[in-house]
């Protein structure tokens, strides 16, 4: 990565190509089963889809806009388009000699094949001509390009085929070129029988259909040649604050706009001739640099599917089940539970079930009269919205805050405001232009209390989170969960929800720090308090894990701390601004990243404050958009066991991996952490073996 002399800042956009980086090593490590190393292939595509879809799109932008401007590390937006294409280039054609000259040759030697035209017998010729003309001819619509048919406009990320062909057609019209755009229903691999195919997991491409039958869509026309390509929009929404009188009715019409935003990016087949490719530029109104010519099908994240396919469990992660939570073993109630003491949840090494069973408890339990919850990401199926519904029916006060704006997951939200809404719940978008990000769950119950239970009192019980209410992705990302009926906290999540849902000034929070107004002078003040210890010769310790690394002022007061003496470890997932080891700056600071099974994603702030350590749970990444423009919680953790549990399980535990983390270095490379040691250490292996799975 490349900075300029001067800055003291790292590039965002190489930052996140160097992320990926780290995950497509994941794909060329024997050690991870071969399916695994197929599924970390599929997910570098879909991260850079949505790099070029958001990031490259706004950095096209501002270089339209703002020909002079300077992103943060003191590059000129020209000389980070350039860097970023020349670094994504590497990296595409990396993933592809990896797929084709690793992974595919090792899937045959285990009986997966990839069925090319090339190599069809003629008895799967047959089956495949059989297949195209069943399943697929029916539902394809050739376009021919002529004055009555322009260029089409094609689909984002959609796949399609643009046909070299010569003749006349029934008019007499010279044919020449053709687009067919493959609709989205049908699928992109197909099984073959067995018997037919010689292996036991034969597949075939949709591309190759097309490429052995797409004469058939053209009869008595000469076809010379079928060529995929793929275009990338730009998908970011734009919603005028000003102008917004229903958030909800103002995305349902921009939602059909994402798919036909301004060209960032042509992906096209390595065989396709050059004069095409010029021609599809042309007509995306792109130039050579974002073109990108790859050795196999334009679009990998279809391939995830396979790993569903193939059963053979050797070639997978050995299946975990999260373990239960132990301290509602015992049968008493979750209520009686949580007025006893504070319960910790860490996914996905324990169940995210205690989150739906207290919301199913709360939803049929006669004594509950509210629950109030936010929702950022949720699935199109989910049994926390269900819970929700039941509880409005029920009778309960439900209020649910649903972002709207979470980021391609817009519609789906809508289609949950409007069953919640016709379920009986109140629901509320959150505060337009800051995006409700924190996790939050409070549930309202009426309690006996006084001499002989004769009283009735009200109260509290609240479910604060790292991560979303989303059960699919509870067993793949590491997230906190903190259950708790602590009477100051669960005032602090009533006040935030008054805030969100009503009109009120600001107000003191007990324990909780809050975005946009006391979370960034609440890290600062901490930050700086450690760097006065350090100063004052006692000891003094930062150490932090989140996603992302990026806000300015943080990493200022982080620089800071390090020139005090302050010792800091910082555990950063994916792109970190921060230039970590710079003699006179940065030389107390260390930057690791893990990557592995699960997507590490929970946020811990640790300070040892004189001895106190203080220590929060977040949803927040140290970003301007997370501090500023966001709506966010960080919450403690009082319980001296509880926090003692986080810093093993989630900080001590990746400082210690001497096998697989990735160390950051002063110009923004990382280097893999190797280790001749009889006792290596993988930290998410550490900590499946600590709750009892298979590592």
């Known amino acids: 990565m490349s900075t300029t002399p001067s800055s003291t800042l790292l590039n965002r956009e190489l930052g996140i190509l160097e992320f990926n980086a780290r995950v497509l090593a994941q794909a060329a490590d024997p050690k991870v089963p071969l399916l695994e190393r197929l599924k970390f292939i599929c997910i570098v595509s879909s991260n850079l889809d949505e790099f070029f879809e958001i990031r490259m799109a706004g950095l096209k932008e501002q270089m339209r806009d703002n020909a002079s401007g300077l992103t943060p590390d003191g590059l000129s937006f020209q000389q980070t388009y350039q860097l970023v294409t020349e670094r994504t280039q590497r990296i595409v054609a990396s993933q592809y000699d990896m797929l084709q000259n690793t992974i595919f040759p090792l899937l045959e030697k285990e009986g997966v094949f990839f069925h090319l035209t090339t190599t069809w017998t003629d008895a799967q010729r047959e089956w495949a001509r059989e297949f195209f003309q069943r399943e697929l001819a029916p539902v394809l619509t050739p376009i021919a390009l002529d004055p009555a048919h322009p260029f089409p406009r094609v689909l984002n990320k959609s796949l399609n085929f643009v046909v070299e062909l010569s003749g006349k057609d029934a008019f007499g019209r010279d044919a020449d070129l053709a687009i067919v755009q493959a609709p989205r229903a049908l699928p992109r691999v197909v099984k073959m029988p067995e018997k037919l195919s010689g292996y036991p997991y034969g ?18 026309i000469a076809v010379h040649g079928c060529y995929q390509f793929r275009v990338t929009r730009n998908s970011d929404l734009f919603v005028s604050e000003d102008e917004i009188t229903d958030l909800r009715e103002a995305l349902q019409g921009e939602l059909p706009t994402r798919h036909f935003g301004d060209t960032v990016r042509l992906e096209v087949s390595s065989d396709t001739p050059a004069p095409l490719s010029r021609r599809l530029l ?268 990026l806000e300015p002022s943080i990493i200022d007061e982080l620089y800071k701390a390090s020139r005090a003496g302050v010792k800091i470890d910082l ?74 549990r986080v810093i093993k399980e989630s900080l001590q535990v990746h400082l210690r991996d001497n096998a697989s983390a990735w160390i950051m270095q002063p110009d923004g490379n990382y280097e893999r952490k190797q280790t001749r040691s009889k006792h290596p250490h993988v930290s998410q292996n550490d900590m499946l073996e600590m709750f009892g799975g298979t590592p």
């Open 203 to 220: 597949f075939v491409m949709l591309s190759s259909f097309m490429q052995g039958f797409v004469h058939e869509l053209f009869p008595a």
């Open 282 to 549: 042309l007509e995306s109104g792109l130039s050579e640099q974002d073109l990108y010519r790859v050795s196999g099908p334009v679009n990998l994240v279809r391939l995830m599917q396979i790993p569903d396919m193939v059963d053979r469990p050797a070639l997978k992660f050995p299946p975990y089940v999260p373990a239960p939570v132990k301290v509602f073993s015992s049968g008493a109630s979750m209520f009686d539970v949580m007025r006893q003491q504070d319960v910790l949840l860490h996914h996905p090494y324990e169940s995210f079930s205690s989150v739906l069973d207290l919301l199913q408890l709360a939803a049929a339990d006669p004594n509950v009269v509210a629950i109030k919850q936010t929702v950022y990401r949720t699935g199109n199926e989910s049994l926390v919205m269900e819970a929700l519904m039941t509880a409005a029916r029920n009778g309960k006060e439900v209020t649910v805050v649903v972002e709207l704006l979470a980021r391609f997951d817009e519609e789906t939200n809508i289609n949950w405001a409007e069953r919640l809404e016709s379920a009986g719940a109140h629901v509320i978008y959150g505060v337009v232009g800051h995006k409700c990000h924190a996790k939050m769950l409070l549930i309202v119950r009426r309690e006996p209390t006084g001499p002989k239970a004769k009283q009735v009192k009200l109260r509290r019980y609240a479910h604060l989170g790292t991560g979303n209410y989303h059960p699919r992705t509870a067993r793949l990302y590491t997230d906190f969960g903190l259950l708790t009926a602590d009477e100051a906290i669960c005032e602090d999540v009533h006040h935030v929800f008054q805030l969100l849902t009503g009109t009120a000034g600001t107000i003191r929070l007990n324990h909780l720090w809050q975005s946009p107004f006391t979370m960034q002078s609440n890290l600062v003040d901490h930050i700086r308090a450690e760097a006065r210890n350090a100063r004052a010769c006692k000891p003094a310790r930062i150490i932090a894990k989140m996603n992302a690394l």
């Open 571 to 644: 555990i950063v997932r994916g792109v970190c601004a921060l230039m970590p080891g710079v003699p006179g700056m940065s030389e107390n600071i260390s930057v690791r990243s893990i990557i592995g099974r699960f997507l590490e994603h929970h946020r811990v702030y640790y300070f040892l404050a004189g001895g106190e350590e203080v220590l929060y749970l977040s949803s927040a990444d140290w970003m301007d958009r997370n501090l500023f423009r966001r709506v966010e919680v960080a919450f403690p953790v009082l319980d001296k066991t509880l926090k003692a």
